[in-house]
């Protein structure tokens, strides 16, 4: 099998699991969210830890726990997933799929945002107004609701922020992923024994079903994510910025038709707004690739 084809099972089988991702949390939604997300991280811990031995990465571990500014850095790209996670398992659990959705959607024109405020980067006219379209989308939810549609802005601009310093760290992606969730199982350790503590932990006071599904946190956070680092690995970016719109449609579709989430017309028309803004982006981001191809080396 080609690398081409190796790299698009990788990726749609992570972005395949992360769309159906809600449906595992939707089961551990009767838990605070908190403890879910240290459990996600704890037990991804050996998960991630067993595949750095298997590729022979050890070491690499080992030079970034002793490089002051690549531990500053995790501890920052650390922080933020765990802001993005945090804010996932909440609102998934708190029947906000449809926003979640919105918040995906909305995050590669946040990353296109970023580039150019951080990098200088030219935006060209198409994702000018690509990004006037999602901008008039946010401020006509936020007129109709009275207030931000602060769980897709969240989502959107964490997850950017966090791909942006992630970019920064001089050190693979599955090497990252480990050191990541290495620095944060100290935290989460600590609030485990505080939940035990309090008598409120749904892992060592719980019954069975709920043991099982915070061990399932694990699988559940770290394969998708290294699937994708394969995936992305051998795929162009083209093919891998047409793929990020899998999951959010999945989510999308699932919030309505299976959980039943309320889709009132302001809402539809607000998803029109972004849902333009990205065949617009698309349609440029292929342009550019095409062109970029037929450029002499």
């Not at 970023?114 to 999602?134: C, D, M, N, Y």
């Not at 994708?228 to 579709?253: C, D, E, H, N, S």
Request: with cysteine.
């Amino acid at each position: 099998m080609s690398d081409g084809k190796r790299g698009f099972i990788f990726a749609l089988s992570a972005y395949l699991l992360w769309g159906v991702l809600p449906f595992y949390l939707k089961t551990v939604a009767h838990m605070p969210a908190l403890e879910v997300v240290a459990h996600r991280i704890v037990w991804s811990v050996p998960i991630a830890g067993a595949l750095l031995w298997w590729l022979g990465l050890v070491g690499d571990l080992k030079v970034a726990l002793t490089t002051p500014r690549m531990l500053v850095m995790a501890m920052l790209t650390a922080s933020l997933i765990t802001l993005n996670w945090g804010t996932y398992v909440w609102a998934i659990g708190s029947g906000h799929a449809i926003d979640t959705a919105l918040g995906y959607y909305i995050n590669p024109l946040v990353n296109v945002v970023l580039g150019a405020i951080f990098l200088s980067e030219r935006l060209t006219k198409p994702q000018l107004l690509a990004v006037a379209l999602a901008a008039c989308a946010v401020i006509l939810l936020t007129v109709s609701s009275g207030g931000l549609p602060w769980v897709s802005l969240v989502l959107a601009f964490s997850f950017g922020f966090y791909g942006f310093f992630r970019k920064t760290l001089p050190i693979g992606p599955t090497q990252g992923f480990m050191l990541e969730v290495l620095l944060l199982s100290v935290p989460s350790i600590g609030y485990i024994i505080w939940t035990v503590s309090q008598g409120t932990s749904h892992f060592f006071n719980g019954n069975t079903h709920d043991i099982a599904l915070l061990l399932f946190a694990g699988p559940a956070t770290a394969v998708p994510l290294i699937l994708y680092a394969f995936g992305a690995k051998l795929l162009r970016y083209t093919t891998i910025g047409l793929m990020q719109y899998i999951a959010p449609t999945i989510v999308f579709l699932s919030a309505i038709f299976i959980f039943g989430e309320p889709f009132s017309h302001i809402q539809f028309i607000a998803f029109a707004l972004i849902w333009s803004a990205l065949v617009i982006y698309t349609w440029s981001m292929l342009r550019e690739a095409r062109k970029a191809r037929t450029v002499p080396a």
